[in-house]
């Protein structure tokens, strides 16, 4: 028995199936109603095959193969790079509205731009998602100069760190709350060197030398905390800059 004829409701093309050869609009669309919501909560979050949690949980497994197999086409289990960074860091600044955590490593010795610092910081923090989306193409060129003889090029780059960024604040959303509740200084100088430097060193590392498993480790090793460690200076020196213009006007 012959397949019925479906006739796509997005681009009205004529198929046999359950999605359109032209456009990809799945044959089963009914109404906007309450099981369709349940429907894309579930798909869309929790499903295992397209789910943010099965993209975190192999971010933190074996990161460096995850962003390989993103990279050369295995694309339709994995959670979109800048949807998956957008809505980390949305989570991040939610959590941190809330909690008020003070969790800026670095302080400014000028009195002036001391008494701007707090304006600034709770500016960052309230845009967290867009300031992360800033540092992608800002740490995907720092990568690409670093790795650009291992033939990756620049987009590719653009999305390696795109996931590495969200791996990066999913970690500082793991420490934040010990932020919230640090005791003294000691601690919290402690946290904030955890926060802002040695864990996500360790993630780039990682990531970069599972990505890179052919290439020499010590070169891949030294090129990936070099990445890191000029793209946060950078980022110091971006808001150092926006503080001093800030001042001087």
Not at 14 to 23: I, S
């Amino acid at each position: 028995m012959s397949k019925a004829i479906i006739v796509c409701k997005n681009c009205a093309n004529h198929f046999t199936g359950n999605y359109c050869n032209q456009c990809g609009q799945d044959a089963h669309t009914g109404r906007i109603n309450s099981h369709f919501l349940i429907h894309e909560i579930q798909h869309g979050l929790f499903h295992i095959d397209k789910g943010i949690f099965y993209t975190i949980k192999q971010l933190f497994i074996h990161p460096g193969h995850t962003l390989r197999e993103f990279i050369e086409g295995k694309r339709v289990a994995h959670f979109k790079p800048l949807s998956f960074l957008i809505v980390i860091a949305g989570l991040y600044a939610f959590v941190h509205h809330f909690l008020k955590a003070d969790v800026l490593a670095f302080k400014f010795t000028n009195a002036d731009a001391q008494s701007l610092q707090p304006k600034v910081t709770d500016w960052m923090n309230e845009h967290f998602a867009l300031v992360s989306l800033l540092e992608v193409p800002l740490i995907g060129f720092i990568s690409y100069l670093f790795f650009k003889k291992y033939k990756v090029n620049y987009m590719e780059n653009l999305v390696i760190s795109a996931y590495l960024i969200g791996q990066r604040i999913i970690a500082k959303l793991v420490l934040l709350p010990f932020f919230y509740i640090h005791l003294n200084s000691t601690v919290k100088a402690l946290l904030l060197t955890l926060d802002d430097f040695i864990i996500p060193v360790s993630l780039f590392i990682w990531a970069y030398k599972q990505y890179f498993e052919e290439q020499s480790a010590i070169w891949v090793m030294l090129r990936s905390f070099f990445t890191y460690l000029i793209s946060y200076a950078l980022v110091i020196l971006v808001i150092s800059v926006v503080y001093s213009v800030v001042l001087s006007t």
